[in-house]
């Protein structure tokens, strides 16, 4: 099938313009031109829908280097091939250097249609990859944004602990600029008030995680106004494809409010336990001092009285809800913090344990708590602190919150644990940041690896006949003139079969992208479809059949339908040809047509080799192949460009296979006659 291809000549010579044109027709292109002698002709032409430019290089009135600075000057990506009688090698230089796509000469024109083919192609790559370069350019940006945005301190650094980027949180906590930091060791910026002990312990981690290792640790660090904070730090290695580690991931969080609150709880339970041994043991020591004894108790009672209104001021305007379990683990208390995180009233709260089935507890990966993964178990059995450890509830509206929660032990008078205090805080939202980070490097990667997948199948697909075709040219050119007519055509005809591969290939290819641009056009019109399978099958006939048998049938009387007749010469082209291609050598291959009064169903079998049932999920995807198809080729491109088809006319496409039995796909598409 000829491709269409719209021309601009600069040409004074009607025959070389009509020797250039028959020269494009041989190479399968259908030429739609327009010739010019003079640059106000010229310009008047220019226009983005050329596919290209063949110029002449001198003319009576004009010449090829005006012709490309006018181009250039227009900003217009076409193709510019000169083509003349003839042409030093340094003009020919100039020529490309200043932007030509190729130059030939008059007496060779034999390579013009590939020169035009391989002129259209650069084109196209060029513009693929400017595409891809706006796509990693805007999701760069995305990232970007969510780094700047989280409230923990993060940097970047390299194996050897270089800054190479720090979000504004950092940056704002220390009055910093990036620039004042980029390419400086990570221990010797202000953020670490130049202490020798922590620029060493810095220096330790980031040398631990160099190592593959995750390390993670409390650290203070300096504000602008000489503001200390410390800070749960954590230093991550981050591998490339081939598992080197190309970066350090460091982050901060502020924990200086849950110290303090901490070493204050335990400092007034240390203080209220002192106190009252002190008073045990005076008792003890004179009946003769009970009333001074007794007064000064009455003091001491006062002052806990007033230590434990602090304390539950303290709890109840905590900016962190604060839950108090008994050891037999009922809630006590509930601040009104609690209230908003855990989304109850506080006698909602009290009235509950601790593992009461209504919390809905889970992992966050949403397995459900076993008994020893509850906080308050770990807590009571180890009798220590807990911090950060992390899981699930549901609200009683149905809304799931994620929760980091640490617990402290409250020890009785005979040092055993008689509850525990937890401080709670919601992080769903810091969850769904990670998520969404995660879930972007993610994409990026499979981008890569699609990208990687293209590269790969197009580069082995094209081997092979190019292979061919140099293989029966230089036969061609060593013993042309000895070998038989027959002998010669068999190898001209292995060179066309190898070019029409590719050209297939490259057709593909483009229909492909313009699938995943949005912009393959969808054109319906009148259509008989008994006719149009007929028709369909003559042409395969002629080119692939035959060693193989195919077999059409319809049932019930068809109207005529509004479809778009070249997306569906794509769908079942792509099917039969598949289906010949994985059936064996005089197999049957079965096409049937059903018309109903809303759908038409079509139907393609096989008794070929099948298709694995690990693959059939993702065969509609690009560049997916079955595992089995051996040495058969091929580029996983078909069946894409198959759904596409079958979307634009909002049908459906579904199969069944059976290793070694063979092959069904059914395409529904709906109708109104």
């Not at 940097?155 to 504004?168: D, F, H, S, V, Y």
């Not at 060791?185 to 060493?200: C, P, Y």
């Not at 994620?402 to 055993?416: E, H, R, V």
């Amino acid at each position: 099938m000829s491709i269409p291809l719209h021309v601009l000549v600069l040409e004074d010579s009607l025959d070389d313009t009509e020797l250039m044109l028959e020269e494009l027709i041989q190479a399968e292109f259908d030429p739609i031109w327009q010739r010019v002698e003079t640059e106000s002709e010229y310009l008047a032409q220019l226009s983005p829908d050329l596919d290209i430019i063949l110029s002449d290089y001198t003319m009576p009135q004009f010449n090829a280097s005006r012709a490309l600075e006018l181009l250039q000057e227009q900003g217009l990506d076409i193709p510019f091939i000169v083509v003349t009688g003839t042409i030093t090698e340094a003009t020919a230089l100039e020529l490309t250097q200043s932007g030509a796509s190729d130059y030939l000469i008059k007496d060779r024109m034999a390579r013009l249609g590939r020169a035009v083919a391989q002129a259209i192609e650069e084109k196209q790559l060029r513009q693929e990859k400017q595409k891809a370069e706006l796509a990693q350019r805007t999701s760069e940006t995305r990232l970007q944004a969510i780094f700047n945005q989280t409230f923990q301190f993060i940097w970047l650094l390299t194996p050897q602990g270089k800054i190479q980027e720090a979000n504004q949180t950092a940056l704002d906590f220390s009055g910093l600029q990036l620039d004042e930091v980029v390419g400086y060791n990570f221990w010797e910026t202000r953020w670490w008030g130049f202490v020798s002990t922590i620029q060493a312990q810095l220096q330790k981690v980031i040398f631990q995680a160099a190592e593959g290792d995750l390390v993670r640790c409390e650290i203070d660090i300096w504000g602008a106004e000489s503001q200390v904070v410390t800070i749960d730090f954590s230093l991550k290695p981050f591998t490339d494809q081939e598992g080197k580690i190309v970066l350090l991931v460091a982050e901060g969080r502020d924990i200086t409010k849950r110290q303090q609150v901490e070493k204050q709880l335990q400092l007034l339970n240390a203080e209220l336990a002192q106190r009252v041994e002190e008073r045990t043991a005076d008792l003890a020591q004179s009946n003769q001092q009970l009333r001074l004894e007794i007064a000064e108790r009455q003091q001491i009672e006062a002052t806990l009285r007033q230590e434990r209104d602090l304390m539950n001021w303290l709890l109840e305007n905590s900016p962190a809800g604060m839950v108090m379990v008994n050891h037999q683990g009922n809630i006590t208390f509930a601040n009104k913090r609690s209230e908003e995180i855990l989304g109850l009233t506080r006698a909602e709260i009290i009235s509950r344990t601790y593992n009461e089935p209504t919390w809905h507890s889970t992992t966050l990966e949403g397995f459900p708590l076993r008994v020893e993964q509850y906080p308050f178990r770990r807590v009571m059995k180890a009798a220590e602190p807990i911090y950060d450890m992390r899981h699930a509830i549901q609200w009683s509206n149905g809304e799931q919150v994620l929760l980091s929660i640490s617990g402290a032990p409250i020890f009785d008078a005979d040092d055993q644990v008689d509850g525990v205090l937890f401080t709670l805080d919601n992080i769903t939202e810091r969850q769904q940041l990670e998520a969404g980070l995660r879930k972007a490097l993610e994409e990026e990667k499979e981008l890569n690896q699609l990208k990687s997948n293209f590269i790969s199948i197009v580069s082995h697909e094209f081997r092979t006949p190019m292979t061919s075709i140099k293989m029966s040219a230089d036969l061609l050119k060593r013993y042309g003139h000895r070998a038989s007519e027959e002998k010669r055509n068999q190898h001209l005809l292995r060179i066309e079969k190898s070019i029409d591969y590719m050209t297939k290939l490259i057709e593909d290819v483009i229909i492909i992208n313009r699938t995943e641009a949005g912009v393959l056009q969808f054109s319906p019109e009148s259509l008989d479809l008994v006719q149009f399978c007929q028709e369909l099958i003559a042409d395969l006939q002629t080119s692939e059949l035959k060693q193989h048998k195919l077999v059409f049938s319809s049932q019930h009387d068809c109207c005529l339908v509004q479809m778009d007749e070249n997306l569906l010469r794509l769908i079942f082209v792509n099917l039969l040809s598949n289906a010949i291609k994985y059936s064996p050598l005089g197999g049957k291959v079965t096409f049937s047509l059903n018309c109903t009064p809303d759908a038409v169903i079509f139907q393609v079998q096989d008794l070929g080799i099948g298709i694995p049932p690990e693959d059939q999920q993702r065969l509609f995807e690009s560049f997916q192949r079955a595992s089995n198809v051996g040495n058969i080729p091929g580029t996983g491109i078909g069946l894409a460009i198959v759904k596409k088809a079958v979307d634009l006319h909002s049908g459906q496409i579904t199969l069944k296979s059976e290793v070694g039995l063979g092959t069904t796909f059914t395409v529904t598409i709906p109708i109104s006659c």
